[in-house]
C-alpha cells in the first residue's frame, strides 16, 4: 500500500515523501526531491505581465503624444488665423450657452391687433374694482348709521336717569348749572362715540364722492376709444346704458335742488343714499348684448355709442355743479383733519402744490375769457380746464376730512401731480387713482 502527503513547501523545491508497506519486517521510506515547475511558470507569467504592461504603457504614451501634437498643431492654427484677422477667436454659442428650447425662441405677439371685445373686458374689470369699493362703503355707511341710532337710544335713557340722579343728589338750593354739569359728565363719552361716527360717515360720502368721479372720467376716455373699435362690422346698441346715465343725472340733479332744505350735507347724502341705492353709483358702458333677438329688432331708436359718449359728458358736468356746491370743497376751509404729527410736512407739501394748481387754472381761465381766445380754443382743451377744476375741488374736499391721514394725502399729492402745464395750456393725464377706503 502506497500513501502520499505534501508538506508545506517553504522555498521554491519541496518534499515528497513515498512509503512501501511491504511486509511488517521492512518498511523502506525513500525520499525524493523534485523540483517542479511551479517556480518556472510562475517566472513565466511575471514576465508576461511585465511586457504586457511595457506595450500598454507604450500605447499610452504615443496616444498622449499624438494628442499633444494635435492640440499644437491646432493652436499654431488658430495664431494664424488671428494673425490675418487680427482679432481673438471668438467662442461659439455652441458650447457658450445651452440649448433653449424652441418655444421660448418664437417671437413675442406684442403687435396683435385689439379688438372691441378687448376694450370691453378691460372697462368690465376696472368697474368691478369700483363697485366692490362701493359696495364696501355701502356696508360701512349701514353699520354706522345703526351704531349711531343705537348710541342716541342709549344716551336718551342715560340722559334720563342722569337727571334724576341730579335732581336726587343736588340741593334746590344750588344753581340750575351745577346739574347740568353733572348730566354732562355722564354724556360725553357717549357724545365722543356719536361724533367719531360721523367723522367716519364723511369720510364714507367723500370716499363715494372721489371713486364716482374717477370711474366717471375714465369711463369718458374709454368710450372714445371704444368708438374707434366700434366700427368693426357690428352694430352694437346702448339703450340700457343711456337709460342708466339718465337716471344718474335726475337723481344728482334732485339732490342739488333739494339740499338748501335738507341742512348738512353728509348726513344729507347718508340719508338718502339708504332709501335710492343708485344715488352717485355711476353705471357702465355695455352694449345691449342680452337682449333678446326680438327686442333688438322692434328698436327703430338704437343709441349708437357716440350718443352714449355725450351722456357721459353731460354727466360730468352735472357731477361738476354737484361738488362745487359742496361748501367744504373750497381751500377757504379749515384744515384741521391732520392727526398724525409726522404727515405735517407732507401735508404743507400738498396745499403748496394745491394754492400753485390753483392759481395757474385761475390765470389761465381768464386769459381765455377774451374773444379771440374764445374762437381759437379747441374742445379738448376745455374739457381738461374742467375737469382739472374739479380735481383741485376733490383735493380740497379730501384736506378738509376730519380723519385725515397719510394715505388720504399721498392720493392728493398724486392728483395734484397728474395737473401740469405746457406753455399756456393745461394737461391732465388720465390715470386711474382709486381713492383709500
Not at 368721479?213 to 372714445?224: D, N, P
Not at 333688438?296 to 331708436?301: C, L, M, Q, V
Request: negative net charge.
Amino acid at each position: 500500500m502506497i500513501e502520499y502527503f505534501v508538506e508545506q513547501p517553504q522555498t521554491e523545491e519541496f518534499v515528497v515523501e513515498e512509503m512501501f508497506v511491504g511486509s511488517n519486517e521492512d518498511i523502506i521510506q525513500s525520499e525524493a526531491v523534485i523540483t517542479t515547475a511551479f517556480s518556472d511558470s510562475s517566472d513565466e507569467e511575471k514576465n508576461r505581465c511585465d511586457s504586457d504592461s511595457d506595450s500598454d504603457d507604450e500605447e499610452e504614451d504615443e496616444d498622449v503624444l499624438s494628442e499633444h501634437e494635435n492640440l499644437v498643431q491646432q493652436m499654431k492654427m488658430e495664431l494664424k488665423n488671428c494673425s490675418r484677422i487680427k482679432g481673438l477667436p471668438t467662442i461659439s454659442e455652441e458650447f457658450e450657452t445651452p440649448k433653449i428650447e424652441e418655444d421660448l425662441l418664437k417671437p413675442l405677439q406684442i403687435d396683435r391687433k385689439i379688438e372691441y371685445k378687448d376694450v370691453i373686458n378691460e372697462i368690465q374689470n376696472f368697474y368691478k374694482c369700483y363697485t366692490d369699493k362701493m359696495r364696501k362703503l355701502d356696508i360701512l355707511n349701514y353699520q354706522t348709521l345703526q351704531a349711531i341710532s343705537f348710541l342716541q337710544l342709549k344716551e336718551s335713557e342715560v340722559l334720563t336717569a342722569c337727571k334724576k340722579k341730579a335732581d336726587y343728589l343736588t340741593p334746590s338750593i344750588l344753581p340750575k348749572f351745577l346739574k347740568r354739569k353733572v348730566q354732562r359728565v355722564y354724556a360725553d363719552p357717549m357724545q365722543k362715540s356719536i361724533k367719531e361716527m360721523h367723522r367716519d360717515l364723511e369720510l364714507i360720502y367723500v370716499g363715494k364722492l372721489c371713486l364716482s368721479w374717477e370711474i366717471l372720467c375714465w369711463l369718458y376716455v374709454k368710450g372714445q376709444e371704444l368708438m374707434d373699435y366700434d366700427s368693426q362690422g357690428h352694430n352694437h346698441s346702448y339703450n340700457r346704458a343711456a337709460e342708466d346715465f339718465q337716471q344718474f343725472q335726475v337723481l344728482m340733479q334732485r339732490f342739488i335742488e333739494d339740499e338748501p332744505f335738507q341742512g348738512n350735507r353728509n348726513q344729507n347724502y347718508v340719508r338718502s343714499r339708504c332709501m335710492i341705492r343708485n344715488l352717485l353709483h355711476v353705471p357702465t358702458i355695455k352694449d345691449d348684448c342680452s337682449k333678446a333677438k326680438k327686442e333688438i329688432k322692434e328698436e327703430t331708436d338704437a343709441i349708437s355709442l357716440k350718443q352714449l359718449v355725450e351722456m357721459i359728458k353731460e354727466s360730468m358736468l352735472i357731477f361738476r355743479e354737484f361738488i362745487f356746491a359742496d361748501k367744504k370743497a373750497t381751500r377757504n376751509a379749515v384744515l384741521k383733519g391732520i392727526q398724525e404729527p409726522q404727515n405735517s410736512e407732507l401735508l404743507v407739501d400738498v396745499v403748496s402744490k394745491l394754492q400753485k394748481k390753483e392759481r395757474r387754472i385761475q390765470e389761465h381761465i381768464r386769459s381765455r375769457n377774451c374773444i379771440v381766445t374764445k374762437l381759437r380754443k379747441s374742445q379738448r382743451e376745455c374739457d381738461e380746464t374742467s375737469t382739472s377744476e374739479v380735481e383741485l375741488r376733490l383735493v380740497c374736499r379730501v384736506l378738509n376730512v376730519s380723519n385725515l391721514t397719510r394715505e388720504h394725502l399721498l392720493w392728493c399729492h398724486n392728483k395734484l401731480d397728474n395737473i401740469s402745464f405746457v406753455g399756456k395750456k393745461v394737461h391732465l393725464d388720465t390715470s386711474f387713482l382709486l381713492f383709500p377706503c
